[in-house]
């Protein structure tokens, strides 16, 4: 995936999962919003710290995850098409998370998130009911939140 802001003759990023992190942390410092403001999928309930997370994992409904960090050009693009979904599917709980919000870093490294956006999908007992996606696949994100839903019935 191409990062945001990328010009041809700039410093360029590793297909490596670990050099491509430490590659965004470092290119992407400045041009953050401001705290409070993630730039990801509004409306949908922010997991903030570690407890918003076991909250989440309790809760007793299905919900899905979109995991995504404010300089990923791919999550800002994906983020109207999760709030459309979560629209579409008011039985599921929709939920995000900022990789790079340090209270939740260790939280994705627990999820495995090593690319974004990367979307994870939680049945009512707060396990894994379907394989992540990751990467902006509008269709294959729809096929599954429609799967989860069908699940959660």
Request: with cysteine; proline share 8%; charged share 25%.
């Amino acid at each position: 995936m191409c990062p945001a802001g990328w010009k041809p003759g700039d410093r360029g990023m590793h297909a490596d999962a670990e050099r491509a992190q430490e590659y965004f942390g470092n290119v992407y410092k400045e041009g953050t919003p401001a705290a409070g403001d993630d730039g990801l999928a509004p409306g949908l309930d922010a997991v903030s710290s570690r407890r918003d997370w076991d909250a989440l994992l309790a809760g007793g409904r299905p919900f899905v995850l979109y995991v995504g960090a404010p300089w990923c050009g791919k999550c800002k693009q994906l983020s109207p098409f999760i709030t459309e979904l979560a629209e579409r599917h008011p039985g599921l709980r929709f939920a995000k998370l900022d990789s790079t919000a340090e209270p939740v870093e260790a939280v994705a490294q627990e999820l495995g998130v090593k690319a974004l956006p990367a979307t994870h999908f939680y049945g009512a007992d707060g396990k894994q009911a379907l394989p992540p996606i990751t990467g902006y696949k509008r269709r294959p994100l729809e096929e599954a939140v429609a799967e989860l839903a069908a699940l959660s019935k």
